[in-house]
C-alpha cells in the first residue's frame, strides 16, 4: 500500500510540473490569428507569375507569365478559386521587360486592374506607340519622380527601349483608368528605382511598410543595363519575422551591384526564390551567402519557377548544384514543374506563435517533444474550442484519471496477490 501511494505521489508531482513548464512558455493568450501571409507561386509553364495576400488583406501579382491562352486561363481560373473576393490588385510588379514575365500582364490587369503599377524604365516603342511615361517625365507640374522614368542625373527621358508586342500592351493597360466603388480611378504607375543608400533627396521611398509586414525595394540600382534581365526588381517580403527573397531574372550584374550596396545588411531569408528560373547566370554563391544564414540552409525552401521540358533546360544543373554544395537540401529545391503552384502560408496558432508552412505542411524548428505538445494542444483548441489554460488543464485531468486507474489496478493485483 505504501508502494502504491508513493508512486501516485510521484506521478501527480510530474503532472503538476508538467501544468507550471508548459504554462510559462507564453503568458499571453491569441485565441485568433491576427493575420496571414500567403505568396502562391503558380505554375505559368516556362514564365513567372507569383500572388501574394497581405496579412491586411491587401493583394499583389509580380509578373503574369507568357501571353498564350492556357496561362491567362490557368491564371484567371486561380484568381477565381483562391481569391473569390478579389476585384482589383492593390499592387503589380512587372519585374522587366521579357514576355514570359509581362505577356500574361495585360489580360490579367484587365480583368482585375492595379491601384499600384510597378515598372522598368524602360520605354516602349512597338509601331509607333507613344508610351505614357515620356510625357508625364517632362511635365513640370508632376513633383512625384517616383513616376517618370530617370538617369544618372535625376529624373527625365533615358534611352532605354523595348519593342516587343507584349511589353507594349502591358505598358498601355497599366494606365488605363477603372472603377473602384463606381468611382473612377487612374493606377499610380511607379518606375522601379531600388536605390536606397544614394537614393535622391526628393525621391520617396518605394517600399510598401503594412503593420508588421514590408516589401523592401533593393534593385534595380543603375538607370540603364545592358542585359534586360538587370531591370528586374529584387525586394524582400517580410512578415513576423519570415523573409522571402525575389529577384526576378536578375543575372551578374544587378545581382552584383546589389551584393555589393548590401554587404553589411543582416539578410536571413527563408524562402529564396531562385533568380531566372534557377539559370547558371543567376542566383550567384556571392549573393546566396549575403542573403542566407549558414546554420539554417538546411531548413530554407527555394523556389524554381520553369516549365517541363522547357528548351532553356532550366534549372541547369550546376545552379542546383551550386544550393547544394552550400548546405541546402535537394528536397528542399522546389520546383512548379514537378510540384505545380507552390503555396507559402506565415500564420499563428492558438498561442499566437508565428510559423511558416508550405503547402499545408509547417516548416518547423521544434524538437520533437515540444512538437508533440503543441499538436495536442492544437488538436484540443480546434476540436473542442478550447482556451490554451483549458487544454492544460484537460490534458492533466487524463493524466490523473490514468494514474489513478493505473494506480487502482495495481492494488487489485495486490491484494489477489495477499489473498493467494
Request: glycine content about 6%; overall charge negative; proline content about 3%.
Amino acid at each position: 500500500m505504501k508502494k502504491t501511494k508513493s508512486i501516485l505521489s510521484i506521478f501527480i508531482a510530474i503532472v503538476l510540473s508538467f501544468i507550471c513548464l508548459f504554462s510559462s512558455f507564453d503568458n499571453t493568450v491569441i485565441l485568433a490569428q491576427s493575420g496571414v501571409l500567403e505568396a502562391h507561386f503558380l505554375d505559368v509553364g516556362q514564365g513567372d507569375c507569383a500572388i501574394i495576400s497581405m496579412p491586411d488583406g491587401k493583394t499583389m501579382i509580380v509578373d503574369a507569365g507568357d501571353n498564350k491562352n492556357s496561362v491567362k486561363d490557368k491564371i484567371l481560373d486561380y484568381i477565381d478559386t483562391n481569391f473569390p473576393k478579389l476585384e482589383y490588385f492593390d499592387f503589380a510588379i512587372v519585374t522587366h521587360t521579357d514576355a514570359d514575365h509581362c505577356g500574361g500582364m495585360t489580360t490579367v490587369l484587365q480583368e482585375y486592374p492595379a491601384k499600384t503599377v510597378y515598372r522598368p524604365n524602360v520605354i516602349a516603342t512597338r509601331s509607333g506607340f507613344i508610351d505614357p511615361v515620356i510625357a508625364i517625365s517632362q511635365d513640370d507640374a508632376v513633383l512625384d519622380d517616383n513616376l517618370k522614368l530617370w538617369t544618372e542625373t535625376g529624373a527625365g527621358v533615358n534611352d532605354n527601349q523595348k519593342d516587343t508586342l507584349a511589353y507594349k500592351n502591358f505598358i498601355a493597360q497599366a494606365y488605363e483608368p477603372f472603377l473602384i466603388d463606381g468611382e473612377n480611378h487612374t493606377p499610380q504607375v511607379i518606375v522601379s528605382d531600388g536605390r536606397i543608400k544614394h537614393r535622391p533627396k526628393n525621391k520617396s521611398s518605394q517600399d510598401i511598410i503594412g503593420e508588421d509586414y514590408s516589401i523592401i525595394f533593393y534593385s534595380p540600382l543603375s538607370y540603364t543595363y545592358s542585359d534586360p534581365n538587370d531591370y528586374s526588381n529584387i525586394f524582400i517580403l517580410e512578415y513576423q519575422g519570415f523573409e522571402f527573397f525575389f529577384s526576378g531574372d536578375a543575372e551578374a550584374q544587378a545581382e552584383q551591384e546589389f551584393a555589393e550596396e548590401y554587404s553589411d545588411y543582416d539578410f536571413d531569408i527563408d524562402v529564396f526564390k531562385l533568380g531566372h528560373h534557377g539559370s547558371r547566370t543567376s542566383s550567384s554563391q556571392e549573393l546566396i551567402e549575403l542573403v542566407t544564414k549558414q546554420s539554417k540552409r538546411d531548413k530554407i525552401r527555394c523556389v524554381i519557377s520553369c516549365g517541363e521540358g522547357n528548351s532553356y533546360k532550366h534549372p541547369h544543373q550546376e545552379a542546383l548544384d551550386r544550393f547544394i554544395s552550400l548546405g541546402f537540401l535537394e528536397e528542399n529545391l522546389l520546383r512548379t514543374d514537378q510540384l505545380g503552384d507552390i503555396v507559402f502560408e506565415v500564420k499563428a496558432d492558438s498561442r499566437g506563435n508565428y510559423s511558416l508552412y508550405c503547402n499545408g505542411q509547417k516548416i518547423s524548428d521544434d524538437d520533437f517533444w515540444q512538437k508533440l505538445f503543441l499538436d495536442i494542444q492544437e488538436f484540443f483548441v480546434s476540436f473542442y474550442n478550447e482556451t490554451p489554460q483549458g487544454v492544460y488543464l484537460s490534458i492533466a485531468i487524463i493524466i490523473i484519471f490514468i494514474i489513478i486507474a493505473t494506480a487502482l489496478i495495481i492494488k487489485s493485483r495486490q491484494n489477489k496477490n495477499t489473498k493467494k
